[in-house]
């Protein structure tokens, strides 16, 4: 099993989520974030004053998959997540040593 984390702009999300549940991923969790990569920001007016934003509104995605779907979630991820622009987002992917259902006590792929 392995857990995936992508980073991605916000507005990509749906189409993320879509594209995901086109290929059989059920579960996804979904959290809103903030940070800078090499865009390191962006400058805004607010009542006449410049000011630079430091942290950019992100979306983070947790999915914990089998083996045999990361790469065709990864593949998803990137095609409906990339605007060929600055700030796209990034893929993590690391190991699961153990997955539980708590409801049922099923363990591992059938937890998933």
Known sequence: ??????I???????????????IG????SVTEIKGFG??????????????????LPKTKI???LSDALLEP???AIKQSARTGKIGD????????????RIRTGEIDDEAL
Request: glycine share 6%; proline share 3%; no cysteine.
């Open 1 to 6: 099993m392995k857990k995936i984390e992508a």
């Open 8 to 22: 991605i702009k916000p507005f990509k999300l749906d189409d993320v989520v879509e594209a995901l549940s086109e």
């Open 25 to 28: 991923i059920e579960g996804i």
């Open 38 to 55: 090499r865009q390191k920001g962006r400058a805004e007016i607010y009542k006449g004053a410049e000011y630079v934003v430091d942290f």
């Open 62 to 64: 947790e999915i914990v």
């Open 73 to 75: 979630a990864i593949e």
């Open 89 to 100: 987002g990034k893929i993590f992917v690391t190991p699961v040593e153990k997955a539980v």
